[in-house]
């Protein structure tokens, strides 16, 4: 059964889900306002797709069509390539779990930016968390060591 919020100027129904500042708006009107709202919410990437990369060496390339969510550990020098990002004017952001990243070198592609201009030295021992976020489909990545040595 549905409960509702009585106002002065309309019912409000738990269904809708969340409330317009203007309620004297008809329930039409408010209720196609919220659903184009909804619309531009929409989710267009894996919901946190895990893939476990295993040993990290050589070139890897991470595709981003079909995960958002990496882990793997370091054992040799790493060239990252990110593929496969969503068209520019939508936001995307995908997390890396980087086990022993300090002990080798990462190589970062040249759109990463990293704040101060430059990459965090990562743990040699230890599980590091890296944020990326694009909006320009890749062009530009934007990164951040969010957890270090994590255990």
Known sequence: HRHALKTAETDIADGDLFLLADVSASDALRKATRTNVLKK???????????????????????LGLYSWFAGTSVGVTTWTFSNPPAS??????????????????????????????????????????????????TTWRAALVMQDSR
């Open 89 to 138: 004017g939508v936001g995307f952001g995908f997390i890396l779990e980087l086990t022993n990243g300090g002990a080798f070198t990462q190589n970062w592609p040249a759109s990463v930016d990293w704040p101060n201009g430059t990459a965090p030295s990562l743990s040699p021992s230890g599980v590091d968390v890296l944020v990326f976020t694009t909006r320009d489909g890749g």
């Open 41 to 63: 919410a929409t989710i267009t990437s894996p919901r946190m797709a895990f893939n476990p990369e295993g040993s990290l060496t050589g070139a890897k390339a991470l595709d």
